[in-house]
């Protein structure tokens, strides 16, 4: 005959036969975790031989049991258990009737599974009594698991400006020419006007543009190998330094952008000039230009043993050899640098604007910086799976502030989107 509660129910709801107080339902990594404590009852034996309590991981369709807790009224009681699985290891919660205790504290882990997202953890009340009378008497919903939505917020990491930059270098060359033995630079003397116009048209040309940074003017002055050399030496020094104190007063540079470089005999340039002449004696010549030969002595052999040669090169090689050459150096934007796309990304992100950034990225290559930049781009479009793989590469790739951005998109795999949450689980 089934169990007669209508008195008990009187004392007791169906309900409170057992109570849970701290009842916990926690997913940890991939793991649900269940924690309570579960108060009992002598009661919960009267009128049977035992009793069992069954918490139960739920959502309607699916379920999990866990291990039981098993309580008998007498010794002779304990094999109507067996059936639930005690068999008397020293883990089994097991009590009998009169150690029965008011409170007993339970704990248990199951394989997460995403149908637990919005599932409950319910007490199954069963009892076995005479004449094979058994059953269910009662289920209490102890507590609710909501898996929290996915609330990403970007985090754009700040771009190292010199990972942007690439440097460059305009070069040229004027023919800024001075009086014999003199160092004074005469604007008015010969074409010297036009050619400084050069230099200053190369400067202006990057100092205007606003994406470019100008770095440094470097000013090279080179005289011929003809004449004593501690003389070319001197003039070189000086011709130099006017040509580069020019500069400065034009565009008011600090003092280290413009820098000055003297080549007192411009050998390099003779010997690129023999090399490419049909001058007789030609391989003679160079091997004196080549030798360790200190400079004098070398113009002096040159002279002394090709004179017509040298008379050659004196009229139209040495004149082109007195020359001021030019370099400016500056950073412009490298926008093939993957920092350049990541910036351009993040900026285009920042205006909403997905589409730029998911073309800009898609050629900056496997740099963690860029990883990070299309986790984020993955994550504002709620692509999670595809923001939890790059955000791993990115803090594979040493970018420990990707971290809490992965853990946070990678619970896209323990979020059911079907769930349907109890009201009492929001309350």
């Known amino acids: 005959m089934k169990r007669i509660l209508i008195a008990l129910a009187l004392l007791f709801p169906l309900s409170a036969l057992a109570q849970s107080q701290e009842a916990t339902l926690q997913r940890e990594g991939d793991r649900m975790a269940v924690s309570a404590d579960i108060q009992l009852t002598p009661a919960m034996l009267k009128g049977v031989k035992a009793f069992v309590l ?10 999990v049991a866990l291990r039981p ?61 005479c004449c094979g009378d058994s059953g269910i008497e ?5 507590t609710y698991y909501d898996e929290a939505p996915i609330a990403f917020v970007p985090a754009f990491r700040e771009v190292e400006k010199d990972r942007t930059m690439k440097l460059e270098t305009i070069s040229g060359e004027a023919a800024v020419e001075f009086m ?4 004074v630079l005469d604007e008015k003397y010969r074409n010297n006007a036009a050619e400084l116009v050069k230099i200053k048209e190369s400067i202006e040309a990057v100092r205007s543009n606003k994406e470019v940074h100008l770095r440094t003017v470097r000013i090279t002055g080179h005289a011929s190998p003809d ?40 050998w390099a340039g003779l010997r690129s000039y023999v090399e490419d002449s049909n001058l007789k004696n030609k391989e003679a010549i160079l091997e004196l230009i080549d030798s360790d030969l200190a400079p004098d002595t070398k113009e002096q052999r ?28 500056f950073l412009t934007v490298d926008y093939e640098a993957v920092a350049t796309k990541v910036e351009m990304a993040n900026n285009a992100m920042k205006e909403g604007d997905l589409r730029k950034a998911t073309e800009i990225l898609s050629t900056a290559g496997d740099d963690p910086e860029a990883a990070y930049a299309r986790g984020t781009l993955a994550a504002l479009k709620e692509d999670f799976a595809t923001a939890a793989a790059e955000f791993k590469k990115a803090l594979d790739g040493g970018i420990a502030q990707a971290k809490d951005k992965w853990e946070e998109v990678s619970r896209h795999r323990f979020i059911n989107k079907d769930k349907v949450v109890p009201a009492e689980a929001t309350e």
């Not at 014999?180 to 160092?183: I, P, R």
Request: charged share 25%; with cysteine; hydrophobic share 30%.
């Open 54 to 63: 069954v918490p139960q991981v739920t959502d309607g369709a699916h379920s």
């Open 180 to 183: 014999v033995g003199k160092t």
């Open 302 to 329: 040159i002279r002394s043993k090709y004179p017509t040669q040298w008379n050659t090169l004196k009229k139209d090689c040495m004149p082109q050899l007195r020359r001021t050459e030019y370099a400016i150096e």
């Open 138 to 142: 009662a289920v209490d919903t102890l």
């Open 227 to 266: 004449g004593k050399y501690a003389t070319n030496e001197k003039l070189s020094q000086g011709r130099t330094q006017v040509v580069r104190d020019y500069v400065v007063s034009q565009f008011d540079f600090p003092e280290h952008v413009v820098v000055a470089e003297a080549d007192a005999e411009n």
């Open 69 to 129: 807790i098993g309580l008998y009224s007498k010794d002779k009681f304990y094999s109507y258990l067996e059936p639930y699985g005690f068999s008397g290891a020293s883990d089994d919660k097991v009590f009998r009737k009169e150690q029965l205790p008011a409170t007993v504290h339970y704990e248990s882990s199951v394989p997460y599974e995403v149908w637990m997202d919005g599932a409950q953890l319910e007490l199954v009340h069963k009892y076995e009594g």
